[in-house]
C-alpha cells in the first residue's frame, strides 16, 4: 500500500512564502497525476495546482504567478512553492496523486497539511 506524507505548513504573514512537499512511501506504484488541494473553514475542498505524467502543470486563477506545484526526477515526491501569500490562501492543503496499478488506477491523498497567513 502506498501512502502520502505531507510536510511544510504553517503560519507566516500576508507577503510571505512557505513551500509544502509531499512524498510517496510503502509499495510506491508509477504516478500518472499530482495535485494539490485545498480547504478553508466552511468552505468546499478546491484544487489548487496539478502536474500531469508528461509535465503540463495548471493552477486555480486566484494563485496564478505565486504558486508553483513541482517534483522530483524520481517522481516520488511533489513540491507546492508558494510565494506572496494572502490570508485567503489560509487552509488546509492536501496533496494528491493517481497510482497506476497493472488492474488501474488509484487515488491516494495525504493526511492534510495547516497553512495559515495573518494579515
Known amino acids: 500500500q502506498m501512502q502520502l506524507v505531507e510536510s511544510g505548513g504553517g503560519l507566516v504573514q500576508a507577503g510571505g512564502s512557505l513551500t509544502l512537499s509531499c512524498a510517496a512511501s510503502?509499495?510506491?506504484?508509477?504516478?500518472?497525476?499530482m495535485a494539490w488541494y485545498r480547504q478553508a473553514p466552511g468552505k468546499q475542498r478546491e484544487l489548487v495546482a496539478s502536474l500531469s505524467g508528461g509535465g503540463r502543470s495548471s493552477y486555480l486563477d486566484s494563485v496564478k504567478g505565486r504558486f508553483t506545484i513541482s517534483r522530483n526526477n524520481r517522481k516520488d515526491t511533489t513540491y507546492l512553492q508558494m510565494n506572496a501569500l494572502k490570508p485567503e490562501d489560509t487552509g488546509v492543503y492536501y496533496c494528491?496523486?493517481?497510482?497506476?496499478?497493472?488492474?488501474?488506477?488509484?487515488?491516494?491523498w495525504g493526511q492534510g497539511t495547516q497553512v495559515t497567513v495573518s494579515s
Open positions: 510503502g509499495n510506491i506504484v508509477p504516478i500518472t497525476l
Open positions: 494528491h496523486m493517481v497510482g497506476d496499478h497493472d488492474v488501474g488506477f488509484a487515488d491516494y
